[in-house]
């Protein structure tokens, strides 16, 4: 590879972590910007699945790929980027006891790294009540929201195959999108849904309801690479929307 080459690839690996049409209002220091993290699938669940049809192995991947973002985000802010964290807590204490793992301990140490303001929540309502009077949203706007976590076209699903194969019980659906507050983002707010599917339906509606633009998957997303280092790509024959 050729040093001219060389840069042209960093180039465009920097934009995938800070879109750069969204870099200014996104980091805005005044501004606070959230990312929320879904809940993984238990085991035993998923044992029932052919091999190749698994999800979550790894408990982590939500956790870690936010954790990529809030240390890239810092470092594109010199740190002054006000992030608040939201970890669907339910889904990781059932995990915890399949996994025999001290996973709250685990996700609040990633807090005490980065110095965040990390919100445990249980239901939707919590999330759409975080948005709208979280902060007071006349003077500190949402610069920044992105989701890790599975979806669909239609719904953020926070506990699949956390409780039943295959669905979920705790859910941001589409049609509850209309409760948020548009006034409560900035202006030029980066929105992202690192999930699957999301960009066929539900950031068509979100952009609707508050007039931001949401990124979002044509197709599924791929967290496989997730302890490599990687933030989760879009899978063959899909691409991303918005």
Known sequence: MTF???????????????????????????????IISGGPALQYWEGYRRETHRHDRWWGNFIRTARFRIEQLQKASNNTVKITWLVYRPGYESRA????????????????????????????DEIINYVNSGQNRSAVRVSGFE????????????????????ASRAFLHQGELKRLN?????????????????????????????????????????YSQTGQGKLPFVSDGGRWSG
């Not at 005490?112 to 939707?124: A, E, P």
């Not at 989701?147 to 295959?166: E, M, P």
Request: hydrophobic residues 40%; charged residues 20%.
């Open 182 to 222: 548009r006034k409560a983002f900035a202006r030029g707010a980066y929105c992202k849904s690192w999930g699957c599917h999301s960009g066929e339906a539900f950031s068509q509606e979100f952009r609707r309801v508050t007039g931001v633009k949401m990124i979002g998957a044509i197709g599924k997303t791929d």
């Open 147 to 166: 989701y890790f976590g599975h979806s669909n076209k239609y719904c953020f699903v926070f506990d699949y195959s956390n409780h039943i194969l295959g």
């Open 97 to 124: 006891t399949e996994d025999g793992q001290p996973l709250i301990a685990n996700i609040e140490s990633v807090r005490d790294k980065y110095g965040i303001k990390l919100v445990w929540f249980s239901n939707s």
């Open 4 to 34: 001219r080459l060389f840069i042209i690839s960093l180039l465009t690996l920097s934009a995938v972590w800070v879109a750069p049409e969204n870099a200014g209002a996104a980091l805005n220091p005044n501004d606070e910007y959230i």
